[in-house]
């Protein structure tokens, strides 16, 4: 008993620490697949002690949020679903009952308020009592509708979810490895939560509705598969539904399984609902689940290889990333041989060792990473060198996860990624400038610093006889280094890789400091902290980053490289505010349809590719034309309009 009451109390503290971690700080500490073995576990304890700790993670529903949005109670709590990994457990669940079956999302749940057909109100689940109020985001998420037909009083819960294609579009243009997102949940929680609804918007969130709350006078027949189909004749995108019984429910599974794999949603399971909503209600709920639903998470296909080597990755902000490589493996149809580890924190929680027995799993169906560790020897030794320069490495304490950093400020890794970050596209668009190139020549001494790439002509002599160079290469890196000189101060601050500062960040920060450099360089903390979309992490980045005198003097001899030139801020009324077009066919008094879709956004309409419900205007020289724009457009009433008269439309 005592041995038994000692563990629960070490699970708890574990899984909350873990949970801390992963809501508040954005980071982690364990897998998924670790953290749901420990909460099985504390399950099972509690069940068979008969004992719930206060602080248990199976009472509790998550921590209270940080965030400077404004906080809401929720009416009623939002709590979670108990869950099931098996087929026959959702059998058991139904019985002779009909249930409705949906994909189970993975993002963050928000909850909608509609009066007099309008959007009023939008709030995040939070810890389940208390929510962040989100309203300016949530109008701009990429398909969710302003206004409805029904005019009563109307709440629904739904996921805010960023897909997987948009999530790899967004880290593709982010250089640096540990910059970039780990998966779409953490981007779109991000992006939801933002204080800046630009950064929102750009971010393509979509939202799917799985629940209607509250509503007036609508008779759904005691039915909430009848509730999914009125929310879809209103304009909403509701998540994936079947209706099913004890007798269909393995075929649904089977049907929902074989489509995630190509399923371009994050989905982390199944939910099942009965169908009869008055029975469900009068289940009533336990301290943390409803009874009317249950969760079915996938059975995560394991395979069991040997780990043969942790490759230590450095990036440019000095980070070392461990990545355990092993014995290639058949997961999900694809082959895997690599996982990243995240850092030291899981690696010693997993206690890994060279040629340690492990199993391995793609969560999701998609990111490979090692659920347990058989043989646990933990003989992995941390490098007190950097494979990179050989410099000191210091492991350092953030946000409760330890990792591992280089701290020599001239280590090559940095520089390398540091330069390529510099000649990227968004930043000084610099082509022809590889990382192999780089590497090349900050070996040979050519590039010590940002300037000493727009004076390599003083070491013509020594590159165009280098292997792979002559004068025709010689000539393009220069003509492509002449052209990047005319450049804007969005792109200058951009590419100095000020940690935490990526291009949405640069471009709001010079727009706050009137696109002058000087001033941002000489910004307080204090002035730094108060624009929308920054916050005290990006504020000390920056504070810290210019507080160092080799940074400046580097920015100094770098801008008398540069042509800078002025950018305008945009001053025109949004007359399009809040109006979607459509552009199809040519065009006669614009260059192209980019330049008619650039006027829109200049004055605050938004361009979509297909006609909806949710469109205002299909843009078409040929009005009476065929095509199956025009006759959707037609179908639901949506006006054609010609250049001419699109034109006559502007301010």
């Not at 065929?626 to 502007?650: C, T, V």
Request: charged fraction near 25%.
């Amino acid at each position: 008993m005592e041995s038994k009451y000692k563990r629960m109390t070490e699970l708890v503290n574990i899984l909350n620490k873990a949970s801390k971690v992963y809501y508040q700080d954005g980071n982690e500490i364990m897998s998924n697949f670790e953290y749901d073995k420990l909460y099985d576990e504390l399950t099972k304890l509690e069940n068979e002690l008969d004992i719930t700790l206060s602080d248990s993670p199976t009472v509790n529903v998550g921590y209270e949020v940080l965030s400077e949005l404004p906080k809401e109670n929720h009416d009623s709590p939002m709590l979670s679903l108990d869950k099931t990994k098996e087929v026959e457990g959702l059998k058991s669940f139904l019985g002779e009952r009909k249930g409705v079956i949906s994909w189970k999302l993975d993002g963050l749940t928000v909850v909608l308020s509609y009066n007099n057909g309008e959007l009023v109100k939008a709030v995040t689940r939070g810890n389940g009592q208390t929510g962040e109020v989100i309203t300016n985001n949530a109008r701009v998420f990429k398909n969710i509708p302003l206004k409805i037909a029904y005019k009563g009083e109307l709440v629904i819960r739904g996921e805010a979810v960023i897909k997987y294609t948009d999530f790899e579009k967004i880290n593709a243009t982010i250089e640096d490895v540990d910059a970039k997102y780990k998966n779409p949940r953490n981007l779109c929680s991000g992006s939801v939560r933002q204080l800046n609804n630009k950064i929102t918007k750009q971010r393509n969130v979509n939202f799917f509705a799985f629940a209607l709350v509250k509503v007036n006078e609508i008779d759904f027949g005691n039915s909430i598969f009848n509730q999914l189909e009125w929310l879809e004749s209103q304009g909403f995108e509701v998540v994936e539904h079947r209706m099913t019984d004890a007798s269909h429910i393995s075929d649904d599974v089977k049907y929902f399984a074989e489509k995630i794999k190509d399923y371009d949603i994050p989905s982390d399971g199944l939910v099942l609902m009965y169908d009869d909503i008055q029975y469900g209600l009068s289940l009533g709920m336990t301290a943390k689940f409803p009874r009317n639903g249950i969760a079915f998470k996938w059975k995560d296909e394991t395979a069991v290889t040997h780990l043969r080597e942790i490759e230590w990755s450095p990036s440019r902000t000095g980070l070392i990333n461990p990545v355990a490589i092993f014995d290639a493996v058949e997961l999900e149809g694809t082959t895997v041989s690599r996982a990243s580890v995240h850092n030291l924190s899981i690696m010693e929680e997993l206690k890994l060792g060279i040629g340690d027995e492990i199993t391995v799993f793609k969560a999701n169906m998609i990111i490979p990473q090692i659920a347990e560790n058989i043989t646990g020897s933990g003989n992995v030794t941390i490098p007190d060198e950097c494979p990179a320069c050989g410099g000191k490495t210091e492991i350092r304490n953030i946000n409760d996860a330890k990792s591992l950093y280089c701290t020599n400020p001239d280590c090559q890794a940095k520089k390398i990624k540091l330069y390529t970050h510099f000649v990227s596209r968004d930043a000084m668009n610099i082509d022809g400038l590889s990382e192999e190139t780089l590497e090349k020549f900050i070996d040979r001494g050519y590039i010590r610093e940002f300037a000493d790439i727009y004076k390599m002509e003083r070491w013509k002599e020594e590159i165009v006889v280098e292997k792979g160079f002559g004068e025709k290469s010689f000539d393009n890196i220069i003509s492509a280094v002449n052209k990047s000189r005319k450049t804007n101060v969005i792109r200058i601050l951009y590419s100095l890789g000020i940690l935490n500062v990526g291009l949405s960040n640069a471009k709001i920060i010079c727009e706050e400091f009137s696109y002058d450099i000087n001033k941002i360089r000489n910004a307080t903390e204090e002035e730094l902290n108060n624009i929308d979309g920054v916050g005290p992490v990006i504020a000390k980045s920056i504070i810290d980053y210019f507080n160092n005198d080799v940074n400046n003097t580097h920015l100094d001899n770098l801008l008398k490289e540069l042509i800078v030139e002025e950018i305008k801020e945009n001053t025109a009324e949004k007359v399009f505010a809040g109006i979607n077009f459509v552009i199809t066919g040519s065009v006669e008094h614009f260059a192209n349809r980019n330049e008619v879709k650039q006027k829109i956004e200049e004055f605050g309409g938004k361009v979509t590719g297909s006609v909806t419900s949710k469109t205002a205007y299909l843009i078409n020289n040929d009005t009476m034309s065929a095509s199956s724009k025009n006759k959707k457009a037609k179908e639901l009433g949506i006006p054609i309009i010609s250049e001419e008269e699109f034109i006559q439309m502007l301010p």
